[in-house]
């Protein structure tokens, strides 16, 4: 009699697997046993593909990077960096249970570090000095991931009148859309800093 035939396991379908699982159940249920039962296998055969939980959540935040975009061919450089956060915004939004564990971790997926040095020689290509480069970067993500945290959390309506200070009408009157009109503002803000502060090193460096 033939040997029964076993699912064909790989690393990438691996990492799909816990993505499915962390989108559906939430990071808490991320585990090499949980992640195995969805393959149909026992949890050590993973161990032949990956060495840990830490691996799988760097392989996930690989899946989540290819997600995103980043075109260094669009002009002017503030399109450009635009649609790409509008692309990584997207990106956590289809996978907003894993925003807090990618957060709360050091970058070691090697997908975005590579698009990390995208987004670096883009900016060095549009005169941004080296040193700059790297604030430009993560004051744009601290916006995209602290809108990410919050696209899915409920307006709280149950508040009364007795418990809230006066004043905060817009608070309580929050149109629907108020989380994307914040991202909206936050942006266009932080693009129309980022071309202002270029346009004086330039001249300093003109001078």
Known sequence: MGRPSRPLLTR???????????????????????IAARLGVKGPSLYNYVSSRDEIIDGIGDLIVAEMELDPTVQPWTAALDAWARSYRTALARHPNMVPLLASRPTRSIAALQGYACAFAMLQEAGWPEEHVLSVVQSLEYLLIGSALHLNHPHDAAWTDEALPPGLEP?????????????????????????????????????
């Open 171 to 207: 608070l309580r009157n929050a149109p629907p859309d108020f989380r994307e009109r914040a991202f909206e503002t936050g942006l266009a803000a932080l693009i129309r800093s980022f071309q202002h502060t270029l346009n004086d090193l330039q001249a300093v460096h003109n001078r």
């Open 12 to 34: 990438d379908g691996i990492m799909r697997a816990a993505l499915a699982l962390v989108d559906e159940e939430g990071a808490a249920a991320l585990s090499t046993t949980r």
